[in-house]
């Protein structure tokens, strides 16, 4: 859901230009790992789904996930997670046997026919996809852990692509009390800690400048409203230290 990974190729190269050998590159809503996977050195991946961050840490690993998943298997799953479990096959199948990767909120992703009559096996496009991904994940330091008590090296490059606000919640992100002025002013304070601070989401604060926009398609709400086109323009902003 609201993966980066189609902008990756022009948002990277930004973010990466003034990087040092001795930086880390660190992603505390790291989700699927789409934007980290494309960078190298020292990097750290955090999200507050514990599940996930199991799975990431399994795959980077060597771990190899079903290449299937049943409707039954979803909703063992998902009901395992709802009763407090935690495992990396959970957090497999929450993020690609969800409609959309709308871990357990979206409805089951299988085999189905597009409106066109072409066949799509979701997840075995999503088990292919994970293979060709799992060997660039090698060496993460993958933590499960709320970006406010993330334990951040020195001089770091932080990329957050956190909620979006005013666009609709997945199921963790609205059971996770997600503040976005409190988001905002941790970013504030990071940047004035020494680290580099970007963020992708649709708008920001006046204190923060936009580095970058594209208009993309998304399968979240466009530019904040509910309800809106599927067309939105994706930002990328920074904090404009004084």
Not at 94 to 109: E, I, L, P
Request: hydrophobic share 35%; aromatic share 12%.
């Amino acid at each position: 859901m609201g993966s980066k990974n189609r902008i990756a190729k022009h948002i990277l190269p930004i973010m990466l230009k003034d990087r040092k050998e001795s930086q880390c590159w660190v992603e505390p809503f790291v989700g699927g790992a789409n934007m980290l996977d494309k960078v190298t050195g020292e990097r750290v991946g955090a999200d507050v789904n514990k599940s996930l961050i199991m799975c990431l840490d399994a795959l980077s690993t060597g771990w190899v996930p079903p290449s299937t998943i049943s409707r039954d298997e979803y909703n063992q799953a998902r009901v395992s997670w709802k009763n407090g479990e935690n495992s990396a096959w959970i957090g497999y199948i929450g993020v690609n046997g969800s409609y959309g990767g709308r871990w357990f909120d979206g409805g089951y992703a299988g085999v189905s026919r597009t409106n066109s009559g072409k066949e799509r096996n979701y997840p075995l496009e999503a088990f292919n996809n994970v293979i060709k991904q799992a060997p660039l994940l090698k060496d993460v330091k993958f933590l499960h852990s709320d970006y406010k008590n993330l334990k951040v090296p020195d001089s770091s490059v932080i990329y957050c692509d956190p909620p979006y606000e005013g666009t609709k919640d997945y199921l963790l992100a609205k059971n996770s009390g997600f503040n976005s002025e409190e988001f905002w002013q941790w970013c504030r304070d990071k940047a004035k800690e020494g680290h580099t601070v970007f963020v992708s989401e649709y708008n920001a604060p006046d204190d923060f400048e936009c580095i970058w926009q594209q208009e993309v398609k998304s399968s979240l709400s466009a530019n904040g409203y509910i309800g809106g086109s599927k067309k939105s323009i994706e930002k990328l902003f920074t904090f404009k230290l004084v």
